[in-house]
């Protein structure tokens, strides 16, 4: 599956606006600074006001920041199964670890090369899972199946798990019985979409947990 960076930029990493904030923050503390030097008021009266400025700059960043998360939230929950059909491989990946943070799990992406099959290792109340993310067009082979399952023992994961926007085919679910992988499939998914939309009212619970 095609890799991470420019999702990831996109909806977890610093903005445009806000970086540009961040570097106006900083210019001002140097423009505060060299006013304090080359005021004529007390060195303790400086110094507090300084500490003032900072902390003030410090506590509005904090809110800029919140307020940016919140948005990129609220965009995530916007999106509806149809947008995840136009999504590359890798804005589908950082989606759905998006929606697995929400829910409660750790996450963590593996490399870009060489990932034995498994795109995102997530661990909840000392469990761990095995990944593969396959946003495909046409339905999702016994290969996907036999890739996570594969990348157990790599991870150290006891769970597989197979989370396509598509379905799967015969020979793939009846290879998940066999190996208790769970598949998610469009069905499924679209359970998960709308569930996240409404985790800003309730909590969003997703179980990877094998079940017959």
Request: glycine share 8%; hydrophobic share 45%; proline share 0%.
């Amino acid at each position: 599956m095609g890799r991470r960076r420019y999702y990831r930029k996109q909806y977890f990493g610093l903005s445009t606006e806000l970086a540009l904030f961040l570097a106006l923050g900083a210019l001002g503390i140097l423009l505060l600074s060299k006013a304090v030097t080359t005021s004529s008021l007390s060195v303790e009266t400086l110094s507090t006001l300084l500490i003032v400025a900072i902390g003030a700059l410090i506590i509005i960043l904090a809110g800029v920041w919140f307020i940016f998360r919140k948005i990129t939230l609220a965009r995530l929950r916007a999106l509806r199964i149809s947008n995840v059909d136009h999504m590359t491989g890798v804005q589908f990946e950082q989606y759905i670890g998006g929606v697995l943070k929400t829910a409660g799990y750790k996450i963590r992406y593996t490399a870009a090369s060489g990932d034995y099959g498994v795109d995102i290792v997530a661990e909840k109340d000392g469990t761990k899972y095995a990944i593969q993310l396959k946003r495909y067009h046409e339905l999702v082979a016994q290969e996907a199946v036999r890739e996570a399952v594969a990348g157990l023992a790599r991870y150290g994961c006891i769970q597989a798990v197979v989370v396509t926007n598509s379905f799967f085919t015969q020979h793939a679910k009846d290879l998940a019985l066999a190996n208790k992988c769970v598949l998610v499939d469009r069905t499924k998914l679209t359970g998960w979409i709308l569930a996240f939309q409404q985790s800003n009212k309730k909590p969003l619970v997703i179980d990877l947990q094998y079940t017959n």
